[in-house]
């Protein structure tokens, strides 16, 4: 049921954005290309100062000395601002990617270098939120992010409950991820027909993507 449901939105989705398509010239709209990467640069930035709010309020609160309630309801508060600064800093560096991309098919020299180090800091702020995690949680062995097994030793040290919301979140996603991936294809498709402007590449490569995604989950857990 949960599967046709997110099926019906995803097509809702793509029919929203292929008639907003045709509705638009978007072929004969021209865009200012430094306009365009200053803006996604700047939401960057604000992500960034998102992030070092969120962080400076998860130290202040791992420093209070709370015990009971207090340290429960404290440390429900911490987990929920991990969640955000982790969310927070992967957008950036997803606006990060996309500038530095647009930089890169312009040819902008000084745009370019920009956003290879908007990217290089935004994927640096991972480890930072790491350092977050040993900090707001000192007496659990949480393992670097660079350590190959990060994410069996990550499993090791949660309890039932951490394992079952990670494992349920990390469901959703892959779920999401197989529809989004097929519409893409479509929206792609329709793209390279309207515009006659061939995007077989991309195509290509999204396919592959979802192969080698439901080859990895499917076989992870069937050879165990």
Same mark, same amino acid.
């Given at each position: 049921?949960?599967?046709?449901?997110?099926?019906?939105?995803?097509?809702?989705? +793509?029919?929203?954005?292929?008639?907003? =398509?045709?509705?638009?010239? !978007?072929?004969?709209? /021209?865009?200012?290309? /430094?306009?365009?990467?200053?803006?996604? =640069?700047?939401?960057?930035?604000?992500?960034?100062?998102?992030?070092?709010?969120?962080?400076?309020?998860?130290?202040?609160?791992?420093?209070?000395?709370?015990? +009971?309630?207090?340290?429960?309801?404290?440390? +429900?508060?911490?987990?929920?601002?991990?969640?955000?600064?982790?969310?927070?800093?992967?957008?950036?560096?997803?606006?990060?990617?996309?500038?530095?991309?647009?930089?890169?098919?312009? &040819?902008?020299?000084?745009?370019?270098?920009?956003?290879?180090?908007?990217?290089?800091?935004?994927?640096?702020?991972?480890? =930072?939120?790491?350092?977050?995690?040993?900090?707001?949680?000192?007496?659990?062995?949480?393992?670097?992010?660079?350590?190959?097994?990060?994410?069996?030793?990550?499993?090791?040290?949660?309890?039932?409950?951490?394992?079952?919301?990670?494992?349920?979140?990390? =469901?959703?996603?892959?779920?999401?991820?197989?529809?989004?991936?097929?519409?893409?294809?479509?929206?792609?498709?329709?793209?390279?027909?309207? /515009?006659?402007?061939?995007?077989? !590449?991309?195509?290509?490569?999204?396919?592959?993507?979802?192969?080698? &995604?439901?080859?990895?989950?499917?076989?992870?857990?069937?050879?165990?």
């Amino acid at each position: 049921m949960n599967f046709i449901k997110q099926f019906l939105i995803g097509a809702i989705g +793509g029919f929203i954005v292929i008639s907003i =398509y045709f509705l638009i010239p !978007f072929n004969n709209m /021209t865009f200012p290309t /430094t306009t365009v990467l200053i803006i996604l =640069y700047a939401i960057v930035l604000l992500g960034w100062i998102f992030c070092f709010v969120i962080a400076n309020q998860i130290k202040r609160l791992a420093k209070e000395d709370l015990v +009971g309630d207090d340290e429960d309801q404290a440390e +429900g508060i911490i987990n929920k601002k991990l969640y955000d600064y982790s969310f927070s800093n992967n957008v950036s560096a997803i606006f990060a990617v996309l500038g530095m991309s647009i930089a890169l098919l312009k &040819m902008h020299n000084p745009l370019i270098i920009i956003g290879v180090i908007v990217t290089l800091l935004s994927y640096s702020m991972t480890s =930072y939120m790491m350092k977050l995690y040993k900090l707001a949680y000192p007496n659990r062995n949480l393992p670097d992010v660079g350590d190959k097994k990060y994410a069996k030793k990550l499993l090791e040290i949660s309890d039932d409950g951490e394992r079952h919301v990670m494992l349920h979140g990390l =469901y959703k996603a892959y779920n999401f991820a197989n529809i989004a991936f097929v519409f893409a294809i479509i929206g792609i498709s329709f793209y390279s027909l309207v /515009t006659e402007d061939s995007q077989l !590449f991309s195509i290509i490569v999204i396919s592959l993507l979802l192969l080698m &995604m439901n080859a990895v989950y499917v076989f992870s857990i069937r050879n165990r």
